[in-house]
């Protein structure tokens, strides 16, 4: 992902939150526990729509 920004993604539930993008352990989703990410090596792999970079 290259830099690190906080996103605002939607997860597949219809949730949206905001993630940090380059976070050091999986991600999940507040409402249905769905992964929206995980590290992988040196990037962060992401598994949810990302809405906004803030």
Excluded: D, W, Y
Excluded at 4 to 28: D, H, P, Y
Excluded at 35 to 48: I, K, M, N, Q, V
């Amino acid at each position: 992902m290259g830099k690190s920004k906080f996103l605002r993604v939607k997860c597949k539930c219809g949730n949206e939150q905001i993630i940090f993008g380059n976070a050091t352990s999986a991600v999940k989703c507040l409402v249905c526990n769905t992964e929206l990410g995980r590290p992988t090596g040196s990037r962060f792999e992401l598994h949810a729509k990302a809405v906004q970079v803030l």
